[in-house]
């Protein structure tokens, strides 16, 4: 036999050691801890002799005790990496706009390499080959050529520089006008799709002249053929070219505007749809392939339950009443002689009282008016002589479940608190003096004993209540704070890019919109020779822009789903956002972006990319399994209260719910 003093001793230990264990360890390793604890005092318990009703009361105990210990533990540990979170948030705020001025210049390149630089690239390729071969046709054809693309590369350049960021409404009408008026006469195009979504439309003709200005730049001559798919649910974009026979003029024309970018932006522009593109050479030459969903996506669904979360802390308490209840029940010497099933009343009963734990955030005000039906229930039951426990002692011990309840309305409910605080204050009050009053100690006038009863229990119903009204006060002063920091940073941010954004303007307006326009006036005065040689030199501005706008700050991207996308850059691969981009928490914008840089770290040889889902609930980062940091992902995601899984073909899946405010 134990001690006297080891009985207690011996639970203090474990209960510190499930703790600790909860604290610095996943949710997994101690929920493993609680099970072996909890075999440990069933075991114990029996191997002292006591009686299987004794085993199973301490054992309900234990339970409820480690379930509480390690919510507690749970707790403390997401709090911790939530305030670390905040404070990386915080630290990294002054980075943020000369960042976003950096994801501002790349936008720009990306632009300027689909527009302007493409535009210039067929005109000088196409007045080269005139001129080569002094076909007076050929010639003509060129300079009309020279003069219709020109205008549109002005057109294009002037929308930069005036600050625009868009061409408009685009449809798939966009691919035949480019298709009908490419100056190579070996392409073949057909196109089965009769619409698309304008978004899509727009990356899809940046697709096909990406492709083609390659095929013209490195194998002219060759046969080309564009198809523009409709398949179930996609639109499917291909471009396939013959080796053809490359020109060595041809492919220094625009040597330096390529380097693997304009792929590079096609890949995250196409991800940005919720598409795939894919480039590579096949049997017949090279062949480009870009796969758009034709139906919203949404990203993947999160989890109904999050055991590692906030719902998973109601649900330790949620034990805990239980196991007091039925637990207590059966440890108590004194209890009186039972009635033939009454222990199939009470069980329920106790059940039915705690399991409304488990939603006390999500719905404070249903989950109070299930517990206290009970007592009506107990009641009418003691009436009937169906059972012999009283409903006054029932509700004294476990009163705690109702005050938890009214914090948590305080705290969680709807905005009209303080009128349904009230009422249920009261509700409370009547209902536990009515089960006092109804109590067999009571002796005289029972309305009086009612009334007494329950405005003594009111009072710390009312307690409970204005707690949890004051702590959700203070949470909904420090997230206003939280947004109004957020608000300032953007305002701030927005300013500098606005100023960046003017800056490259300038420049551009100096020098490649001045060569585009020059470029138009000789094409329209017949010089072929003045147009190659404007071409060229808008070309060289070009590359020279370039160069600027794709040169990296050197500050770190900012710890924010915003930032992954820069990250994504500076790693030379892609990020894919699936449904729309919205900002999250601090703690979950830095979890996400933490997971990211991991994922990112354990490196990518392949095509692969990450993909953010952003939704209402909390966000969704999906990438390569970075097998040397398998862990540390696992760590950071448990810590947020998420989860990994796995997504098939060497891919993982983090969940990071948002916290309930």
């Known amino acids: 036999m134990l001690s006297g003093w080891l009985w207690w001793v011996v639970p203090l230990i474990v209960t510190v050691a499930l703790y600790g264990l909860a604290l610095r360890r996943t949710a997994g390793v101690a929920a493993g801890g609680v099970v072996v604890a909890l075999v440990l005092t069933a075991g114990t318990a029996s191997a002292l002799g006591e009686s299987p009703r004794s085993v199973t009361g301490v054992t309900l105990l234990a339970a409820g005790l480690a379930a509480v210990t390690w919510a507690l533990g749970r707790a403390r540990r997401r709090g911790r990496a939530t305030r670390r979170a905040a404070a990386v948030f915080r630290a990294a705020a002054p980075d943020v706009p000369g960042v976003a001025a950096e994801a501002e210049r790349h936008r720009i390149a990306a632009e300027l390499h689909d527009t302007a630089a493409h535009r210039l690239t067929g005109i000088a390729v196409g ?29 294009e350049l002037e929308r930069l520089t005036t600050g625009g960021t868009g061409s408009g409404s685009a449809d798939l009408a966009d691919v035949d006008a480019l298709a009908a008026t490419w100056p190579e006469p070996r392409l073949t195009y057909v196109r089965t799709a009769v619409s698309a979504p304008s978004e899509i439309a727009a990356v899809a003709y940046r697709v096909v ?45 625009a040597r330096g505007m390529g380097g693997g970018y304009g792929l590079a932006g096609l890949r995250t522009a196409v991800a940005a749809c919720g598409g795939f593109l894919s480039a590579g050479p096949d049997d017949r030459g090279w062949a480009v392939r870009a796969d758009f969903p034709l139906t919203p996506d949404e990203g993947p669904a999160s989890t109904s339950y999050e055991w590692r979360g906030r719902q998973a802390s109601d649900a330790a308490l949620a034990i805990l009443a239980v196991a007091l209840s039925i637990g207590t029940s059966l440890l108590t010497t ?190 329209d005065a017949g010089q072929l020779d003045t147009v190659l040689a404007e071409a060229r030199a808008g070309l060289a501005a070009l590359r020279e822009s370039l160069s600027e706008l794709r040169r990296q700050s050197g500050d770190d991207p900012p710890p924010t789903i915003a930032g992954i996308a820069l990250l994504a850059v500076r790693h030379q691969t892609t990020v894919r956002y699936a449904g729309a981009r919205r900002e999250a928490s601090p703690s979950v914008e830095v979890a996400a972006f933490r997971v990211a840089e991991l994922m990112l770290r354990g490196g990518i040889r392949d095509e692969r990319e990450i993909t953010v889902a952003c939704r209402a609930d909390g966000v969704a980062v999906s990438g390569p399994s970075a097998t040397r940091e398998d862990r540390r992902v696992r760590a950071l995601a448990d810590a947020a209260g998420g989860s990994v899984s796995d997504a098939g073909d060497g891919m993982v899946r983090v969940w990071l719910p948002e916290v309930l405010p």
């Open 209 to 253: 002249r990406e492709a083609l200005t390659n095929a013209l730049r490195y194998a002219p001559g060759g046969a080309v053929r564009v198809g523009v798919d409709r398949e179930p649910g996609r639109l499917v974009v291909t471009i396939v070219n013959d080796p053809g026979e490359p020109v060595v003029n041809n492919a220094d024309v």
């Open 127 to 155: 007045a080269a080959s005139a001129l080569r071969l002094t076909d007076p046709a050929l010639v003509a054809e060129a300079a009309r050529y020279a003069a219709e693309t020109g205008r549109l590369a002005t057109q």
């Open 334 to 523: 004194d209890t009186p002689e039972s009635l033939p099933g009454e222990a199939a009343l009470l069980v329920p009963l106790f059940f039915a009282h705690a399991l409304p734990l488990g939603l006390r955030r999500r719905a404070p005000l249903f989950s109070l008016a299930a517990a206290l039906s009970v007592y009506p229930v107990l009641l009418g039951a003691g009436l009937l002589g169906w059972t012999k426990q009283p409903a006054g002692d029932v509700f004294l011990w476990c009163l705690w479940v109702e005050l938890a309840l009214l914090y948590a309305l305080g705290a969680y409910g709807p905005r009209a608190r303080r009128r349904w605080g009230a009422l249920a204050t009261a509700a409370v009050g009547a209902t536990g003096g009515l089960a006092l009053a109804c109590g067999p100690g009571i002796v005289g006038d029972r309305a009086a004993a009612w009334a007494v009863l329950a405005l003594g229990v009111s009072v710390p119903s009312a307690v409970a209540w204005g707690l949890g009204l004051a702590v959700g006060s203070r949470r909904a002063r420090r997230h206003a704070a939280v947004a109004w920091e957020r608000d300032l940073l953007g305002r701030e941010t927005a300013t500098v890019v606005l100023a960046e954004r003017n800056r490259l303007a300038a420049g551009l307006r100096r020098s490649a919109l001045r060569h585009a326009r020059a470029i138009v006036v000789a094409a």
